[in-house]
């Protein structure tokens, strides 16, 4: 084990102020020995210290006790003796040097023992030691722009050999205009993302500074990204499959339909009965078999008797013509047991000589069809991490990473729909508490008499009807962990002052119990409701309300963060598409119809029209005009009529009338398509009139321009 000695000549002097000097003093002390840390004394006893960052610009007022760390609290070691726990001593802001007999005789900075302990480790072992231990990739690069360290899962991260990275220039390998950003500016670059065919890594890259704050180099911290190379590992399988199925179809000589739950035809190979459909079978395409039944085109129908018996069913099927033909459908169920489509191969019965060993082979290729079917259903679901570009989520993502790291309870707030939840499971993944329970309850959706039990748990025999074996509550069984207490504002009057009992004393008392027992417990409150009307109003306790809101965080609506949409948009239709084995895709005019959405129900709701979209399509390619019947636009009440307040020529008047309807259409409605549709004249029209008002404000601007 590496130890570490710190002597008289490698800690630094203790420079102290009175504690009831004024800003001034403390503000020339500390410019005179240039020091980050001063020491507060009473009467030459030592209380605690400040850091400089926390007193206030000249002409301020400070306030030295709220500001001070007392000395209690400050990790301390003896001089001239060996410490052998260093890694303890990597926390601490500041370390106290004590003499033998136990008297402060100086401190040392966090980067002192860093700068002293690589001093003494002449082999660079413990840096090494470091550098190997962190779970990220570390690449450190000197101020020459070259890689002069890095740990073993950065090499295993960008997929390199130590021979390809040492003393290389960083910029053969990572962003060169973010490396020269950070040397030039010295701040902190987060989550760039690097994306080649081979890799996919998310890169930090923060600045080496020296006390008078010049980079001297920067540290890269990489993670790596296996979910990009799954998902085009996924899109390739998918592609493959997909060519796979439709040449075995091609290549096979019964002839294949595939059927969706509704009885319509989806898909046929290239193989045809000749004379059993009375004409090109792929106009058939989309049509219902059980309506052609019904029209004496055939009969039995082998689509209606699967979808009715929901199992395989060989048949003989004639035409009216007389032709018969043996059909086999095959049903294939999705993992929920529901009929999600129907295989049918047929054939002439007249080819007698071979029925034998092609009925065994259509089998075989029906079970290997269903098998195929089900694999693509039944692939794992994109990511589901957070999907959004908005400034304003990264401003509540970069908060939730810092409040993620402590026990402090957090407060949702935002409309219905905007992924509260979604936030609530981000603090509990990016906290020390992932490994430990997240449970939710909706203090909405249970009743007022068992939700005091649910929380805290009753012991036996509590009451009528209660389990002999009595019951743990939520408290406890998220102990350690995290609890998500959605809809908090329902929560009756009656159980708010067990709960702020809870959140003071973190300890929980069963109903029926008279032994309180302590919980660890991290809470996580959401609601749509303003809590502050309903302490106004007296239907939410004060104390519990500020109890609650020690982290507020408020999620904005969709509405307010349209960047939001493509993105999430994309997201629940990928989601879509490898679910159904799909390949449907958003036209840009649909995009900006999307964007233009107020989204009452925000995120809820952009998820349903997604699905309700992919769901009602019949093509692969989703146009504005396919969603803008699928938005619940809001239509004024009352038709205004236009105010007329002087006496102008009327064709001038109806001119200018029609231009600010165009513009305002336009402006709404983001195409003439759609702009045409609601002010009832032709596309060719609107599209004519509006490049006539784009020219004539161009004409406009250009001869104010020239006066």
Request: glycine share 6%.
């Amino acid at each position: 084990m590496i130890s570490v000695i710190f002597t008289k000549g490698n800690i630094r002097p203790i420079h102290t102020v009175d504690s009831d000097a004024t800003d001034a003093e403390v503000i020339n002390v500390l410019q005179r020995h240039k020091e980050r840390f001063l020491f507060i004394r009473d009467d030459k006893e030592l209380l605690g210290y400040i850091r400089a960052k926390d007193i206030k610009e000249e002409g301020a007022s400070s306030d030295l006790f709220a500001a001070m760390i007392p000395l209690d609290s400050v990790y301390s070691v003896t001089g001239d003796q060996e410490v052998p726990d260093w890694f303890q001593l990597m926390g601490e802001d500041v370390v106290l040097i004590r003499d033998n007999a136990g008297k402060t005789c100086g401190y040392l900075r966090r980067d002192d023992i860093l700068l002293e302990l690589l001093r003494q480790d002449e082999s660079n072992h413990v840096f090494r030691t470091i550098l190997s231990s962190i779970p990220m990739g570390i690449f450190v690069v000197n101020q020459k722009g070259e890689i002069i360290h890095y740990n073993d899962a950065g090499l295993r991260m960008i997929k390199r050999e130590k021979g390809e990275v040492k003393n290389r220039q960083a910029g053969d390998i990572f962003e060169t205009e973010t490396i020269e950003r950070v040397f030039s500016t010295g701040e902190t670059v987060l989550n760039q993302l690097h994306v080649t065919p081979s890799v996919g890594i998310l890169a930090d890259y923060s600045p080496i500074l020296d006390e008078d704050q010049e980079v001297k180099g920067l540290i890269i911290v990489v993670q790596d990204l296996p979910m990009l190379e799954q998902m085009a590992m996924e899109l390739d399988t998918v592609k493959n499959l997909n060519k796979d199925l439709r040449a075995i179809l091609s290549t096979v000589y019964d002839e294949i339909l595939v059927v969706n739950p509704e009885g319509e035809l989806l898909r046929v190979n290239e193989s045809r009965i000749s004379g059993f459909w009375e004409g090109d079978l792929n106009r058939l395409i989309g049509k219902n078999l059980v309506e052609l039944e019904k029209q004496g085109l055939f009969k039995p129908s082998v689509a209606r008797m699967v979808l009715e018996r929901k199992r395989k069913v060989s048949v003989v099927q004639e035409t009216r013509r007389g032709r018969k033909v043996l059909a086999v459908g095959n049903p294939v169920f999705d993992e929920n047991g529901e009929l999600d489509r129907i295989v049918i191969a047929s054939r002439d019965i007249t080819e007698t000589s071979q029925l034998r060993n092609e009925l065994k082979e259509m089998k075989r290729l029906s079970e290997q069809y269903k098998k195929e079917l089900n694999h693509l259903k039944t692939k794992e679901s994109l990511s589901r991490n957070m999907i959004y570009c908005s400034p304003k989520i990264e401003r509540i993502m970069r908060d939730i990473e810092k409040v993620a790291q402590y026990s402090s309870t957090v407060l949702l707030t935002g409309e219905s729909g905007v992924g509260k939840e979604v936030f609530a499971k981000a603090i509990h993944r990016l906290g020390p508490r992932s490994q430990k329970p997240f449970l939710k309850i909706n203090c909405g959706a249970i009743p007022e008499n068992l939700l005091e039990s649910e929380l805290f748990g009753y012991e036996k025999g509590a009451f009528t009807g209660a389990d002999p074996k009595g019951k743990t509550g939520y408290f406890r069984q998220a102990d350690q962990g995290v609890l998500f207490l959605d809809e908090i504002g329902e929560l009756p009057l009656s159980l708010q002052v067990k709960l702020l009992r809870v959140l003071q004393e973190r300890e929980v008392t069963p109903v029926g119990g008279i032994r309180s027992i302590p919980v660890d417990v991290q809470i996580v409150a959401a609601t749509n409701r303003n809590l502050e009307q309903m302490v106004e109003e007296g239907d939410f306790r004060e104390d519990l309300f500020y109890r609650l809101s020690v982290i507020p965080l408020h999620v904005p609506p969709l509405r307010e963060r349209p960047e939001d949409v493509p993105p999430l948009a994309y997201h629940f239709l990928q989601n879509w598409n490898q679910q159904y084995e799909c390949h449907i895709q958003l036209a840009p005019d649909a995009l900006n119809l999307l964007e233009a959405y107020p989204w009452p129900g925000n995120v809820r709701e952009l998820q349903n029209v997604i699905e309700r979209a992919a769901v009602t399509t019949d093509k692969e390619m989703i146009a504005a005009d396919h969603i803008f019947h699928l938005l619940q636009w809001k239509k004024p009440s009352v038709k205004r009529k236009p105010m007329i307040t002087n006496v102008m020529p009327l064709q001038e008047t109806l001119n200018e009338v029609e231009e600010q309807l165009i513009l305002l259409a336009m402006e709404r409605y983001k195409t003439t398509t759609r702009a045409a549709k609601m002010l009832g004249v032709s596309q060719s029209s609107v599209s004519r009139k509006y490049q006539k008002i784009l020219q004539k404000e161009a004409a406009r601007k250009e001869e104010g321009a020239r006066f």
